[in-house]
């Protein structure tokens, strides 16, 4: 065993499970309850979308620079870091009283999306070989069960109009418990990485995306052909473009500039960058729509928290796990890419049930659960994808990159689905018509179908045929969908990486 005796073994696995579960009460803690937040401070659709587009900026951000940092000043002390701010952003969230410091709250909490890498890190560090398949397996499915647990506590703490603060009170304890389990559990050890950090390389990446997003969430309120909005686009795209060639020039860049340009690659995470939109303008969009009341606006639920949470959101987060489940399966039978273009076909049927057919509760629950079905499979065939497609020694940093595009991905669709409500409106409300939401549900229907057609336009038949150890590791973490990357860090894994990087590449027909 690399580390301590089996009883510490066992301790620290079921700790780092519980760690890894903030990742998804934090996000699934708001979704359900951002309507009721815009209305308890008084703030419109735009404003409080910004709880969710800040956290996936500060995800897509902090998680590649937080998993270089583990590499070189340790897991166990960066680990406990992020749980520190994670700490301090849920506490200045449950003692906020406006819009601009609970966005500042969850910028803070985005970084706990970093946990789940380092996580995976800790265990290849930790346990021994023919236990850490299984132990994966069980840290990435509590990224699912972290998620319904969330989607339930939101609605019950929250039902009937109450203060949206217990939830950040809540989220304080589970984090500070978490906080104590690690430092107790994870074990102390030596730094060995070299190197340096990105930091220019990771401010760059911020600021360009916060520029491209500012006019998209914004266009509405400054005027879509306003200077202002028009000069925040086209400087967001300049900053882009010098960020990609200064990340060509340097020596260790935040993001590897070859794993962009290779065109099965880049189509890979492209794909992840759609199906990230997809994600969001459902789970968005259907906690929105179910709980508008139809008698104000001739469409909707009028459901609480609790209903929305428990009756239309918690299913398909079940049917999500279950497919995750059954993905590893399906892709050793299948194979990735036609997994992927099946899941591409099962999200636009579910978009299209909701576009056409959202007068019924059950219609609802039945669109829901076809895409989250297809945002499980397509998450969990990427890695598998990325893994058939570049070197064995590249695999963490390619599912790194992918687990960004994702982020961006989810920041995009959260930008615009708040554009879209806050400025097509019921004459006199601010209530946002049915049609606002069947734009969004066309957008997120073309993300789905995207997903699908990217494959055949970069992704060949004839790929690199994972290692064993490859693809269990990628079978076990397939729960994560969403929530995380599957190779882990970049460089982190230092056992058996030599072997495994001088292995031979053979090419296998895939289906």
């Known amino acids: 065993m690399a580390a301590g005796s089996t009883t510490a073994a066992r301790a620290l696995l079921p700790v780092m499970c519980f760690v890894v579960m903030i990742v998804a009460v934090l996000q699934t803690l708001v979704v359900p309850i951002v309507g009721t937040i815009g209305a308890?401070?008084?703030?419109?659709?735009?404003?409080?979308?910004?709880?969710?587009?800040?956290?996936?900026?500060a995800a897509a951000t902090a998680t590649p620079?937080?998993?270089?940092?583990?590499?070189?000043?340790?897991?166990?002390?960066?680990?406990?870091?992020?749980?520190?701010?994670?700490?301090?952003?849920?506490?200045?969230?449950?003692?906020?009283?406006?819009?601009?410091?609970?966005?500042?709250?969850?910028?803070?909490?985005g970084v706990s999306f970093a946990?789940?890498?380092?996580?995976?890190?800790?265990?290849?560090?930790?346990?021994?070989?023919?236990?850490?398949?299984?132990?994966?397996?069980?840290f990435?499915?509590?990224?699912?069960?972290?998620?319904?647990?969330?989607?339930?506590?939101?609605g019950v703490l929250v039902s009937d109009?109450?203060?949206?603060?217990?939830?950040?009170?809540?989220?304080?304890?589970?984090?500070?418990?978490?906080?104590?389990?690690?430092?107790?559990?994870?074990?102390?050890?030596?730094?060995?990485g070299t190197g340096s950090i990105d930091w220019i390389g990771a401010a760059g990446l911020a600021a360009g995306l916060v520029l491209v997003l500012l006019p998209l969430a914004e266009g509405g309120t400054w005027g879509w052909t306003s200077p202002v909005t028009i000069v925040s686009g086209i400087a967001g795209i300049l900053v882009l473009i010098g960020w990609f060639l200064y990340e060509r020039r340097i020596t260790d860049p935040l993001v590897a500039p070859r794993l962009l340009t290779n065109p099965p690659v880049l189509v890979t995470h492209l794909s992840a960058l759609v199906v990230g939109m997809s994600m969001?303008?459902?789970?968005?969009?259907?906690?929105?729509?179910?709980?508008?009341?139809?008698?104000?606006?001739?469409?909707?639920?009028?459901?609480?928290?609790?209903?929305?949470?428990?009756?239309?959101?918690?299913?398909?987060?079940?049917?999500?796990?279950?497919?995750?489940?059954?993905?590893?399966?399906?892709?050793?039978?299948?194979?990735?890419?036609?997994?992927?273009?099946?899941?591409?076909?099962?999200?636009?049927?579910?978009?299209v049930v909701f576009v056409f057919a959202h007068d019924r509760t059950w219609e609802v629950i039945a669109a829901i659960l076809l895409v989250n079905t297809y945002i499980s499979l397509a998450y969990a065939s990427l890695p598998s994808?990325?893994?058939?497609?570049?070197?064995?020694?590249?695999?963490g940093v390619a599912n790194s990159i992918n687990s960004i595009?994702?982020?961006?991905?989810?920041?995009?669709?959260?930008?615009?689905?708040?554009?879209?409500?806050?400025?097509?409106?019921?004459?006199?409300?601010?209530?946002?018509?049915?049609?606002?939401?069947?734009?969004?549900?066309?957008?997120?229907?073309?993300?789905?179908?995207?997903?699908?057609?990217?494959?055949?336009?970069?992704?060949?038949?004839?790929?690199?045929?994972?290692?064993?150890?490859?693809?269990?590791e990628v079978h076990a973490t397939a729960l994560a969908a969403e929530w995380g990357t599957v190779g882990g860090l970049g460089g982190a894994n230092t056992r058996g990486s030599g072997e495994r990087s001088g292995q031979s590449v053979r090419l296998a027909p895939e289906s």
């Open 405 to 472: 595009a994702r982020s961006v991905g989810s920041s995009f669709a959260s930008a615009l689905l708040a554009t879209l409500l806050a400025g097509i409106t019921i004459d006199g409300t601010d209530v946002p018509t049915e049609s606002a939401y069947v734009i969004a549900f066309v957008v997120g229907a073309t993300a789905a179908a995207l997903a699908g057609l990217l494959p055949f336009f970069g992704i060949t038949r004839t790929t690199r045929t994972p290692s064993d150890e490859e693809e269990d």
């Open 280 to 351: 969001f303008v459902m789970f968005l969009g259907s906690s929105y729509f179910v709980q508008t009341p139809r008698a104000v606006a001739g469409y909707g639920f009028g459901a609480t928290v609790l209903e929305a949470s428990t009756v239309y959101l918690l299913p398909g987060a079940i049917s999500g796990v279950l497919a995750s489940i059954l993905s590893g399966k399906l892709i050793h039978r299948f194979g990735s890419r036609a997994v992927l273009i099946a899941a591409s076909v099962v999200g636009v049927s579910g978009f």
């Open 65 to 109: 620079v937080l998993g270089r940092l583990a590499d070189l000043r340790g897991k166990r002390p960066v680990l406990l870091g992020v749980l520190v701010v994670v700490l301090l952003g849920s506490l200045i969230g449950a003692l906020s009283t406006s819009v601009g410091v609970l966005i500042f709250a969850r910028v803070l909490q």
């Open 385 to 395: 994808l990325l893994v058939a497609e570049v070197r064995q020694d590249e695999t």
């Open 40 to 57: 308890q401070l008084d703030v419109g659709p735009t404003a409080v979308g910004w709880l969710l587009t800040a956290n996936l900026l």
């Open 161 to 192: 109009g109450a203060d949206f603060h217990r939830i950040f009170w809540l989220s304080s304890a589970i984090t500070a418990a978490g906080l104590v389990l690690a430092w107790i559990a994870i074990p102390r050890r030596p730094r060995v």
């Open 140 to 154: 990435s499915g509590t990224l699912g069960f972290g998620g319904c647990f969330g989607i339930v506590l939101t």
């Open 115 to 138: 946990l789940f890498p380092i996580g995976i890190a800790v265990l290849r560090d930790e346990l021994p070989a023919e236990k850490l398949t299984g132990a994966m397996g069980i």
